[in-house]
């Protein structure tokens, strides 16, 4: 079973920037494809950022287009979110998820808080 753990979050102000990181508990990090979700309260959950099957590339929801940027080191087994310019609207708990290229299998981690004051 893999485990995801993040870390990261807190309180900011508006524009501030963070980096959550999400280690993984798999000696095959580089099988999986690495995504970033998030919840506000009330509201469902959001695939905010993530990497793309077959290939290097990244897709990222518009409203965070230019302002956070996903990245990995397998070498590492720790994929990460930076998030710049943050505002109010970004506060939500962020989670790390990862999928198997090999059998489709996802696991999520426990979530890290973000709130970002106007």
């Known amino acids: 079973q893999v485990q995801l753990v993040e870390s990261g979050g807190g309180l900011v102000q508006a524009g501030d920037s963070l980096s959550l990181t999400c280690t993984a508990s798999?000696?095959?990090?580089?099988?999986?494809?690495m995504r970033w979700y998030r919840q506000a309260p009330g509201k469902e959950r959001e695939d905010v950022a993530g990497?793309?099957?077959?290939?290097?590339?990244?897709r990222y929801v518009e409203s965070v287009q230019g302002r956070f940027t996903i990245s990995r080191d397998n070498a590492k087994n720790t994929a990460y979110l930076r998030v710049n310019n943050l505002k109010p609207e970004d506060t939500a708990i962020y989670y790390c998820?990862?999928?198997?290229?090999?059998?489709?299998?996802?696991?999520w981690g426990q979530g890290t808080q973000v709130t970002v004051s106007s």
């Open positions: 998820n990862a999928v198997s290229t090999m059998d489709g299998e996802e696991h």
């Open positions: 798999t000696r095959t990090f580089s099988d999986y494809i």
């Open positions: 990497g793309v099957r077959g290939g290097d590339g990244r």
